[in-house]
């Protein structure tokens, strides 16, 4: 069994109810509340893969407006004892899944801010969300293999909030098609 998991319900909306060989999890937005759930849901199963899916802002104008793999995370929202930003004091500062994919950057804030973007953009990252460190530094501790999938939904730059909400359904439906296709649903 596979679980599936996203932030929010309505990045979910193209999925059915019900997906052959996959639990569902909805989180809630942000760092903790993706660790919590993410984590009372590995205390009570052991999943033979998380699939994460959702929607991420675009910092790298080269990144086109479909679904990535993830393949590495970092935290924008933190700094060491040194104050170097993206240091966190006792986690990884990147956390690998793989190859050949983004890296994705991870704050509890929602980033709609050109300038800010440009500050995420030079710590190495080229996508932006609020969840995937937290939910792969979960799946690693319980040893878990996870590969996450985000449909880029806006630029992460003034109006993004309403990019967002105009955009979310056709991702979910961008998400929902790339389940089908690579695990055949």
Not at 93 to 102: E, F, I
Not at 146 to 152: D, G, N, P
Request: hydrophobic share 45%.
């Amino acid at each position: 069994m596979r679980l599936l998991v996203a932030a929010l319900e309505r990045e979910l909306v193209a999925f059915p109810a019900e997906l052959p060989g996959f639990e569902r999890l909805v989180t809630g937005p942000g760092k903790l509340q993706a660790t919590h759930a993410l984590t009372r849901a590995l205390e009570r199963t052991r999943y033979e893969e998380i699939v994460v899916v959702g929607t991420a802002g675009a910092i790298h104008e080269d990144v086109e407006a479909t679904v990535h793999d993830v393949t590495s995370a970092i935290q924008h929202d933190v700094t060491d004892l040194d104050h170097v930003v993206g240091q966190h004091v006792s986690l990884p500062a990147v956390l690998t899944l793989g190859q050949d994919g983004h890296t994705i950057a991870t704050g509890d804030h929602f980033i709609d801010d050109a300038e800010v973007a440009a500050g995420i953009q030079a710590l190495g990252a080229s996508l932006v969300d609020m969840e995937v460190y937290a939910y792969v530094w979960v799946a690693q501790q319980y040893d878990v293999p996870i590969r996450v999938l985000k449909a880029v939904s806006d630029r992460a730059r003034d109006g993004a909030l309403a990019d967002w909400g105009e955009s979310t359904d056709a991702c979910s439906a961008l998400l929902r098609e790339r389940i089908r296709n690579d695990y055949g649903l």
